[in-house]
């Protein structure tokens, strides 16, 4: 009975101990955010809109948490992006980048970048200093290197590598490398290195 008290006590402190989760501040288009206060708006997706640069009437909301560009056609990311202080989520999914975008790296909060079905070929070897980097999502990019700065990412727990054809000999070599390090492969593939 002890433990359930402490429990419960621990979630009413939990509780209201944190911010208000993202989903419950979350606004799925710009049109809905313009509705409301910049400063409520904490999760913007301009997913779909066929965008090429980052729209400027978004730089009003600096409290962005969450921003989700996928499905566009981004090629690269300009300056302005690091206007926003507190982004933590970032996704660039589906889009038409060739090189990856190393500006990202000075986003010092930056815990998850989705840059998944790119046409990315490699991870920059200073990818270590993207300070938070928790998740990265490399899915179904045609990388042919790692780099070496994914081993000296202290804090990375998740790397997407499914879509890539890796035989079960590189799976493994990939795991060592990264040891601690959650690695979401497809199943191996017959192939030679």
């Given at each position: 009975m ?5 429990f419960v006590?621990?979630l ?7 911010p208000?989760?993202?989903s ?7 049109k ?10 904490f ?9 090429t640069?980052i ?6 909301y ?6 989700d560009?996928?499905?566009n056609?981004?090629?690269?990311i300009n300056?302005?992006?690091l206007?926003?202080?507190?982004l ?8 038409r980048f060739e ?16 840059l998944?079905s ?5 991870i920059?070897?200073s990818?270590?200093i ?10 179904n990019?045609p990388?042919?290197?790692l780099g ?6 202290k ?12 035989n079960s000999k590189?799976?493994s070599e990939?795991r060592?490398?990264?040891r601690?390090?959650?690695v ?7 192939c030679?290195?």
């Amino acid at each position: 009975m002890m433990t359930v008290k402490r429990f419960v006590i621990f979630l009413i402190f939990w509780s209201t101990s944190i911010p208000l989760s993202v989903s419950a501040q979350s606004y799925y288009s710009l049109k809905e955010a313009k509705a409301i206060s910049p400063d409520s708006v904490f999760y913007l997706s301009l997913s779909r809109n066929k965008l090429t640069e980052i729209p400027s009437e978004i730089f009003i909301y600096t409290n962005l948490i969450g921003l989700d560009l996928s499905k566009n056609r981004f090629g690269a990311i300009n300056a302005s992006i690091l206007g926003f202080k507190n982004l933590e989520i970032l996704n660039l999914s589906k889009n038409r980048f060739e090189v990856f975008p190393k500006l990202l790296f000075k986003l010092e909060n930056l815990r998850e970048l989705r840059l998944g079905s790119n046409d990315l070929t490699y991870i920059p070897n200073s990818i270590y200093i993207c300070p938070k980097l928790e998740v990265l999502d490399m899915y179904n990019n045609p990388i042919s290197t790692l780099g070496t700065g994914l081993n000296r990412s202290k804090l990375l727990i998740e790397l997407d590598l499914r879509g890539l054809m890796y035989n079960s000999k590189k799976q493994s070599e990939i795991r060592d490398m990264l040891r601690g390090v959650e690695v979401l492969f497809d199943a191996p593939c017959n192939c030679t290195d």
